[in-house]
């Protein structure tokens, strides 16, 4: 079901690409330190994994997921900052055959962490990993992989932060410019809760 995910992102991931032509625009306008943002927030395994993303984000529903789909449990949404050049796409999928996990089972995390790695290493070119984490939020096991590469010419990073609980899974993945580390790593903190 992970492939929900995948297809969604190089949607996006093109969006993103052809938003470089405005990218120079952008950058020669001088940056004022932004007012307090207003807030908007998301809610996936039943509230287990909570999170606030600036209203900035809009959201949009995922073409891939159709009837068929939503019928057999997937949900999911995209939220595009376009100013930011930046994707949030959020999923639900139900774990494989009905099972039933706790909060923080690892060789389920680990074998999630590991598709969407194979499956990022097939989507981008000059493909390069930066590294993975364990995290535990509220007694939630996430799993964070942080990769690089091009996409319609443009370098793009991309973080993939994964959970599982009862019978669902959770992912969320965050792509940005790569010139843009700081604040992609200021909102894929959000998302994990790290400090």
Not at 3 to 9: G, M, N, Y
Not at 64 to 89: C, M, Q, W
Not at 117 to 143: D, I, M, P, T, W
Not at 147 to 158: A, E, L, P, T, Y
Request: glycine fraction near 8%; include cysteine.
């Amino acid at each position: 079901m992970r492939r929900f995910s995948l297809k969604t992102a190089v949607v996006c991931l093109a969006l993103i690409g052809g938003l470089f032509a405005e990218d120079a625009l952008a950058a020669s306008k001088a940056k004022h330190p932004p007012a307090k943002v207003a807030t908007q927030r998301v809610s996936m395994l039943g509230g287990k994994l909570v999170f606030a993303l600036p209203k900035d984000y809009v959201k949009s529903p995922m073409p891939e997921i159709d009837d068929k789909a939503r019928a057999a449990g997937v949900t999911g949404s995209l939220y595009l900052n376009k100013p930011a050049h930046r994707v949030v796409i959020v999923t639900e999928t139900p774990l494989p055959s009905g099972a039933k996990v706790s909060a923080n089972d690892k060789k389920t995390l680990d074998t999630i962490i590991a598709d969407a790695l194979a499956q990022q290493k097939s989507s981008y070119q000059n493909f390069k990993k930066h590294g993975e984490k364990k995290l535990v939020r509220k007694g939630l096991g996430l799993r964070q992989l942080d990769v690089s590469g091009d996409v319609d010419g443009g370098r793009v990073i991309s973080t993939t932060i994964t959970a599982a609980s009862g019978t669902r899974t959770a992912m969320v993945n965050v792509i940005s410019l790569e010139k843009d580390a700081k604040d992609h790593g200021v909102l894929v903190k959000a998302v994990t809760g790290a400090k």
